[in-house]
């Protein structure tokens, strides 16, 4: 089983929809998580950074995590067709290195 | 400020050879990382570095290294190349050894013939 499961998609929505991207992740001791965007040909862009079980919103993006399933997402809100991107959840080990496991990473679409 | 900048952006090699990629953290960051992203999939762990130490190593072969410089770059080295080291490589800075949001470079983009 994968530290941190993500459906890779294709995912296809209309210009405006919300869009929601999900992750699994099996490790417990998982304590910080965050979202990047990638656009082709790019690096990971850091979008969402978080430590906590709740919410955390910036603009038309909000994180949300529950810990008690080992379950984080991404909304996407009044989506855009510069949104279209593959968007990957990442979470942090702090032992060890600061190293982050990703998972496969979501390609979204956002069409006019 | 400039991000993080890795060189080169492309670069072609055939099986056996050996490479070097660059990369130099956002200014102020002491913290580098090296990550291979395979086609379709997500990144992947290689190193980290910090204050010029190896602080993390994940599962790849001894064919691959890496060095942190006083001034905070890095270089990651990968010897008697294989097909399957074809991938973007990316360089990841922050702050601190751990507990920061990693910032990453665009990639050198590698492929072995």
């Known amino acids: 089983q994968k530290e941190v499961e993500q459906d890779p998609g294709p995912l296809s929505v209309p210009e405006g929809a919300i869009v929601s991207l999900n992750c699994t992740y099996s490790n417990s001791a998982f304590q910080y998580f965050m979202w990047y965007r990638q656009y082709s040909r790019k690096g990971p862009e850091l979008l969402m950074y978080?430590?906590?079980?709740g919410n955390k919103e910036d603009g038309r993006f909000t994180a949300q995590v529950d810990k008690s399933s080992k379950y984080i997402s991404l909304f996407i809100r009044d989506s855009q067709p510069s949104d279209s991107a593959t968007y990957l959840c990442?979470?942090?080990?702090?032992?060890?290195?600061?190293?982050?496991?990703f998972g496969t990473g979501t390609q979204l679409k956002v069409e006019l | 400020d400039a991000g993080v900048t890795q060189s080169p952006t492309h670069l072609i090699k055939t099986r056996g050879q050996q490479v070097t990629l660059r990369c130099s953290p956002i200014s102020g960051h002491k913290s580098v990382s090296w990550y291979q992203q395979v086609l379709g999939q997500g990144p992947q762990f290689i190193f980290q570095?910090?204050?010029?130490?190896?602080?993390g190593r994940g599962n790849f072969p001894d064919r691959f290294s890496a060095r942190q410089f006083p001034n905070y770059s890095s270089e990651l080295n990968v010897n008697a190349l294989l097909l399957g080291d074809s991938a973007l490589y990316l360089c990841?800075?922050?702050?601190?050894?751990?507990?920061?949001?990693?910032?990453f470079g665009d990639g050198t983009r590698l492929s072995i013939l």
């Open positions: 570095y910090y204050e010029k130490e190896e602080r």
């Open positions: 978080t430590y906590s079980s």
């Open positions: 990442a979470i942090l080990h702090t032992g060890g290195g600061n190293k982050l496991t």
């Open positions: 990841a800075s922050s702050w601190r050894q751990a507990d920061q949001p990693q910032h």
